[in-house]
């Protein structure tokens, strides 16, 4: 039976070695001042990629109409998380980790983020259906039975 902790090691450092020896793939002997400049460049550049491609996600969803501004907010707020994830992942890659773990904590976070995220958006689309709908015959009829009360 394989023991848990050989599991973990397994999928975080990628390592077939059954044996709990304590390699792993991160040997810090391979990394050279190369690979630690390239990983620095990743990082230093991901912050102006993630700000301008933030913006531009956010003027694109402030062209779609009724979409309230927090929401808008909140698209910028993602993409640029997301950049940064990546810069870190890619950064990680330079010196030599890999990042077999990242795809599956960012599996996690989707799927209970889709779970969170779910009854929030049904109310949206319910509102947004109740905005752009034609106003039906019989609110029509009350509103002349009103006026002509008066």
């Given at each position: 039976?394989?023991?848990?902790?050989?599991?973990?090691?397994?999928?975080?450092?990628?390592?077939?070695?059954?044996?709990?020896?304590?390699?792993?793939?991160?040997?810090?002997?391979?990394?050279?001042?190369?690979?630690?400049?390239?990983?620095?460049?990743?990082?230093?550049?991901?912050?102006?990629?993630?700000?301008?491609?933030g913006r531009l996600a956010m003027m694109a969803a402030r062209r779609?109409?009724?979409?309230?501004?927090?929401?808008?907010?909140?698209?910028?707020?993602?993409?640029?998380?997301?950049?940064?994830?990546?810069?870190?992942?890619?950064?990680?890659?330079?010196?030599?980790?890999?990042?077999?773990?990242?795809?599956?904590?960012?599996?996690?976070?989707?799927?209970?983020?889709?779970?969170?995220?779910?009854?929030?958006?049904?109310?949206?689309?319910?509102?947004?259906?109740?905005?752009l709908r034609p106003h039906s015959q019989s609110a029509t009829r009350?509103?002349?039975?009103?006026?002509?009360?008066?």
């Amino acid at each position: 039976m394989v023991r848990f902790n050989t599991l973990i090691s397994a999928i975080l450092f990628q390592s077939s070695d059954s044996s709990s020896s304590g390699s792993n793939a991160v040997d810090p002997s391979q990394v050279t001042g190369w690979d630690v400049v390239a990983a620095a460049a990743v990082v230093a550049l991901a912050y102006p990629v993630a700000v301008i491609l933030g913006r531009l996600a956010m003027m694109a969803a402030r062209r779609l109409p009724n979409v309230p501004e927090s929401l808008i907010q909140d698209i910028g707020r993602l993409v640029r998380w997301s950049i940064y994830l990546i810069a870190f992942a890619v950064a990680m890659t330079f010196l030599g980790v890999t990042v077999g773990w990242l795809s599956i904590v960012v599996i996690v976070i989707l799927i209970l983020g889709l779970l969170m995220v779910k009854p929030m958006v049904e109310n949206i689309a319910a509102g947004l259906l109740m905005t752009l709908r034609p106003h039906s015959q019989s609110a029509t009829r009350s509103r002349r039975m009103t006026t002509a009360a008066r």
